[in-house]
T-cell receptor, first 108, second 122 residues
């Protein structure tokens, strides 16, 4: 099973700031099998990025994904108050899917 | 529009089984994979497995092998996830999510059901 480790665990940032979240895999993941989700309390996860760098429908361009192999990132430029949430990476390769433990982003 | 509507909350005793349904609409049911994901209280999501609604092929998380069964009914465009030998650690919200197009990669979950709370308690 591929283990995904996310860092940092929590971020506290101000509106307008830029931040980069990290997702490290225990073995190489094909970029086409890596996604990022945003989840707010009481809601289902919302797909932000698929295939490591492709924005899902309706996702603003201040969200961007990158990386390859074992290291992937989600960058949020110009943070807005509504970006307060937990962010998860997810790999969905044929060996079985797994999720990272999440990064909580708090907006001051 | 794509919609996934799940069955209602369940309370089960340890050792029992639960079957959660996910009715799909707004697209061709057999053309897209369905993921099942669960989330225990206060924890992150956990991938449970996936079904190919076209042929019924499945793949399950290793830790749940032998206890989880995914099926589908193409006549009602409904996917099912059954979990047996329930234990307290299975208490979670269970979600279905539409994945990628059948025949390609499994794909990420762009459309999700509302979730079904399964509580396992004596």
């Amino acid at each position: 099973e591929i283990v995904l480790t996310q860092s940092p665990g929590t971020l506290s940032l101000s509106p307008g700031e830029r931040t980069t979240l990290s997702c490290r895999a225990s073995q190489s993941v094909s970029s086409i099998y890596l996604a990022w989700y945003q989840q707010k309390p009481g809601q289902a996860p919302r797909l932000l990025i698929y295939g490591a760098s492709n924005r899902a429908t309706g996702i603003p361009d201040r969200f961007s994904g990158g990386g390859s192999g074992t290291d992937f990132t989600l960058t949020i430029s110009r943070l807005e108050p509504e970006d307060s949430a937990v962010y998860y990476c997810h790999q969905y390769g044929r060996s079985g899917g797994t999720f990272g433990g999440g990064t909580k982003v708090e907006i001051k | 529009q794509v919609q996934l509507v799940q069955s209602g909350a369940e309370v089960k005793k340890p050792g029992a089984s639960v079957k959660v349904s996910c009715r799909a609409s707004g697209y061709t049911f057999t053309n897209y994979y369905i993921h099942w994901v669960r989330q225990a209280p206060g924890l992150g999501p956990e991938w449970v497995g996936i079904i190919n609604p076209s042929v019924g092929g499945t793949s399950y998380a290793q830790k749940l092998q032998g206890r989880v069964t995914m099926t589908r009914d193409t006549s009602t465009t409904t996917a099912y996830m059954e979990l047996s030998s329930l234990r307290s650690e299975d208490t979670a919200v269970y979600y279905c999510a539409r994945g990628g197009a059948v025949g390609a990669a499994w794909g990420a979950g762009e459309h999700w059901g509302q979730g079904t709370l399964v509580t396992v308690s004596s």
